[in-house]
């Protein structure tokens, strides 16, 4: 069992930066694959990215590439979305994920365990 809690989400300008921290309960965390999701208004929630168990890979969405960092630190149990250059259109609730143990998060079928969300707002 994982329990995620997501914070440092808020409201940013545009260009600005912002970093979303995800605080996992469990000792095998740090055997989960890990992602974010983020779900704007009237829309389906979309994958942004993903971190291995061990760090040693990651993934993105064609959106955020080159804007945004996913990592974590599995001494702390955390993960963490760097997210820099925002768009009016980053704007959306931001969930962290939980996949299997050694499994690769590309998808929300992968998904075992959600956050349960923290609010981003990039203003013009």
């Known amino acids: 069992q994982v329990q995620l809690v997501e914070s440092g989400g808020g409201l940013v300008q545009v260009g600005g930066s912002l970093r979303l921290s995800c605080a996992a309960s469990g000792r095998t965390f740090r055997r989960y694959g890990m992602g974010w999701f983020r779900q704007a208004p009237g829309k389906e929630r979309e994958f942004v990215a993903a971190?291995?168990?061990?760090?040693?890979?990651?993934h993105y969405v064609d959106s955020v590439k080159g804007r945004f960092t996913i990592s974590r630190d599995n001494a702390k149990n955390t993960v963490l979305l760097q997210m820099n250059s925002l768009k009016p259109e980053d704007t959306a609730s931001y969930y962290c994920?939980?996949?299997?143990?050694?499994?690769?998060?590309?998808?929300?079928?992968?998904?075992?365990?959600w956050g349960q969300g923290t609010q981003v707002t990039v203003s013009s």
């Open positions: 971190i291995s168990w061990n760090g040693g890979t990651t």
């Open positions: 994920a939980a996949g299997g143990p050694f499994r690769v998060v590309a998808g929300e079928a992968d998904v075992d365990y």
